[in-house]
């Protein structure tokens, strides 16, 4: 068995405090866990670093697969523990190897973090989404395909074929992005077709509109609209809006319940929380 579990949910920076503790404050990280001889990764938020105690001591291969390189999707890099022992095989793939590279070392300098990236007991690989390299990581039972997401910069959705199931990770999409683009639109109906799991940007509300159009983040009518055209079995809204307390997302979890009920599809519409894990099962 297969489970998705999710670290980090918050989009563009952590946010604790007592309205926001019950879902979760660290930002995106989801792990993919299930592989023989590999941990799998999706993005680095402030949510590695509490995934990473839970690796260290193994003697798994770690795969990170970074969507972009927003702050708040590598943010936790320099704090993963098990680049810190020796001897772990780790390996990053992202849009850009150079440009991620490039990044990552400049995070580690010595003056934004105080330890150097030359001073790393595992230093990391670094690869593009596209590399060979990565269906033998992947141990050949998952296919990767990307589409370019509707962001500021380069960002990319991610789906993990495996066998009949799949697993869609698309955080930072606007999907209906200024000007609108119906040839786009229809390109991510079809790219999320069918999905098992469908994670999904989801950081504003309908009523937000008219401030944060054209700002690279979903709306929630456009996100159940888009699992509803795709078919998804299972919807999971993600990247929460850092102010969006526990309440407002409760309160949003109904509204999916109501919104599955009245439309059918998707089967099941959840808003994400750190520490839920989702099964997806391939033999």
Known sequence: MTRVHFWGIRGSIPS?????????????????????????????????????????????NIVILMSHFHWDHIQGLPFFMPFYEKGRSIFIFSPDKTQMKLIFKDQMDGKRFPILFSDLASPPQF?????????????????????????????????????????????????????????????????C??????????????????????????????????GKKSQAETLVLFHHDPDRSDTELDRLQTECHNWTRNNGFPNRCVVAKEGMA???TWQ
């Open 127 to 191: 690869f593009s989404l596209n590399d060979p390299s990565l269906k033998d990581l992947l141990e050949n039972k998952i296919q990767l395909k990307t589409i370019q997401n509707q962001h500021s910069c380069l960002a990319n959705g991610i789906r993990l074929q495996i066998e009949n199931k799949s697993l869609l990770y698309c955080t930072d999409n606007e999907l209906d992005a200024p000007p609108h683009n119906t040839k786009r639109y229809q390109e991510f109906v079809e790219f």
């Open 278 to 280: 989702l099964s997806l």
């Open 193 to 226: 077709h069918g999905a098992s799991i469908l994670i999904h940007d989801c950081q504003y509300l309908d009523n937000e509109t008219q401030v944060k159009k054209g700002w690279g983040h979903s709306f929630f009518s456009d996100v159940l609209t888009l």
């Open 16 to 60: 604790s405090s007592q309205k926001t503790i019950g879902y979760g404050c660290n930002t995106p990280c989801v792990s993919v866990e299930g592989l023989k001889n590999t941990s799998l990764i999706l993005d680095a938020g402030t949510g590695i670093y509490p995934l990473g105690k839970t690796l260290v001591g193994e003697n798994k």
